[in-house]
């Protein structure tokens, strides 16, 4: 299957899932939505409310943040892929528990995989800390490392400066770094597809085997 495939099929079982208690309380499911081979992928951490009526993320007060932000980044919302930690709504908003995180976790990882992104923003703590366990996003929030080859950048959630209008300059000034982190990530692809080891094939024809039937034991 190809990268669109792997995301429909991912969908597909986002939106008929079970396996938390997060499906009773749904109205939809969300499972992302985006451009399949996207450079930059950002991971929120749940649905809300407009988010669970939709079906779609990001599409809320937050979203119509999400959307100034990524204009002040370069960025087109159709360019990139966005999605969450948690496919399904919180009740009330309240933070994903952890077998909700688990239970969602391999819809996550197979998105990372087939979209395969070289830079990836978290926004919030709960996606932070699938990349970078043990650490406060006061402390690292607009920063980033290499994790497994891809450059992690950690936001705090647009939905933040709604609540707390003293961190909107610092969400702004974070996103605004954002192509410089994407410029980095591209060099580095760049040394890693030149410092990869080419296949050397033959020239020389093949040497007939002599004695095709016969094994050795030793």
Same mark, same amino acid.
């Given at each position: 299957?190809?990268?669109?495939?792997?995301? #429909? !099929?991912?969908? @597909? =079982? /986002? +939106?008929?899932?079970?396996?938390?208690?997060?499906?009773?309380?749904?109205?939809?499911?969300? &499972?992302?939505? #985006? !451009?399949?081979? @996207? =450079? /930059? +992928?950002?991971?929120?951490?749940?649905?809300?409310?407009?988010?669970?009526?939709?079906?779609? &993320?990001?599409? #809320?007060?937050?979203?119509?943040?999400?959307?100034?932000?990524?204009?002040?980044?370069?960025?087109?919302?159709?360019?990139?892929?966005?999605?969450?930690?948690?496919?399904?709504?919180?009740?009330?908003?309240?933070?994903?528990?952890?077998?909700?995180?688990?239970?969602?976790?391999?819809?996550?990882?197979?998105?990372?995989?087939?979209?395969?992104?070289?830079?990836?923003?978290?926004?919030?703590?709960?996606?932070?800390?699938?990349?970078?366990?043990?650490?406060?996003?006061?402390?690292?929030?607009?920063?980033?490392?290499?994790?497994?080859?891809?450059?992690?950048?950690?936001?705090?959630?647009?939905?933040?400066?709604?609540?707390?209008?003293?961190?909107?300059?610092?969400?702004?000034?974070?996103?605004?770094?954002?192509?410089?982190?994407?410029?980095?990530?591209?060099?580095?692809?760049?040394?890693?597809?030149?410092?990869?080891?080419?296949?050397?094939?033959?020239?020389?024809?093949?040497?007939?085997?002599?004695?095709?039937?016969?094994?050795?034991?030793?």
């Amino acid at each position: 299957m190809d990268q669109k495939e792997i995301l #429909g !099929q991912v969908a @597909a =079982e /986002v +939106m008929a899932c079970t396996q938390c208690q997060l499906s009773v309380s749904r109205k939809n499911s969300v &499972p992302g939505e #985006g !451009q399949s081979n @996207a =450079e /930059v +992928m950002f991971i929120g951490e749940g649905p809300g409310f407009y988010e669970n009526e939709q079906g779609r &993320p990001f599409v #809320g007060p937050a979203g119509k943040f999400l959307d100034e932000l990524l204009q002040r980044a370069g960025l087109h919302r159709e360019k990139v892929f966005i999605t969450n930690v948690v496919k399904c709504r919180p009740p009330g908003n309240r933070d994903p528990l952890p077998e909700e995180l688990s239970a969602c976790n391999n819809y996550l990882e197979r998105q990372i995989e087939a979209i395969n992104p070289i830079v990836i923003v978290t926004l919030g703590r709960y996606s932070m800390a699938k990349f970078m366990p043990n650490v406060r996003i006061s402390d690292v929030h607009g920063q980033s490392r290499w994790v497994n080859g891809r450059l992690i950048v950690a936001m705090f959630h647009p939905a933040a400066a709604l609540h707390q209008p003293s961190l909107k300059n610092a969400i702004l000034e974070d996103f605004g770094r954002i192509q410089s982190y994407l410029t980095m990530a591209r060099a580095n692809c760049d040394i890693m597809q030149a410092v990869s080891p080419v296949p050397e094939t033959s020239t020389e024809p093949a040497k007939k085997d002599e004695s095709p039937t016969q094994l050795s034991l030793f």
